[in-house]
């Protein structure tokens, strides 16, 4: 199965989509993802606790998936988004 959209679950809070781009390009995959949405309530400026990331590539979100599996950045989960 190819894909390039990842979903991000159980994010903290309290992250901003800022500190979440950096995390993932201190992973090693800056210039690797093209977007990025953690959307967060309008009132509170709060994350929501989730975010979807699309990839250059279906390798790279592949790899993506991989690492933050590994690493656990933030104690969160994946899980492949399939693009419509």
């Known amino acids: 199965n190819d894909f390039s959209t990842v ?3 159980n994010l903290p809070r309290n992250i901003s989509q800022g ?3 950096r995390t993932i390009a201190i992973m090693g995959f800056d ?3 093209d977007f990025l949405y953690a959307p967060s309530d309008f009132d509170t400026r709060r994350s929501k606790g989730f ?3 699309n990839f250059s590539s279906s390798a790279n979100a592949k790899d993506f998936t ?9 104690g969160a989960r994946t899980n492949k988004k399939h693009p419509p």
């Open 19 to 21: 500190v979440l781009a």
């Open 31 to 33: 210039n690797k993802f």
């Open 66 to 74: 991989r690492a933050w599996s590994q690493q656990q950045p933030f």
């Open 51 to 53: 975010a979807f990331v």
């Open 7 to 9: 979903l991000l679950k």
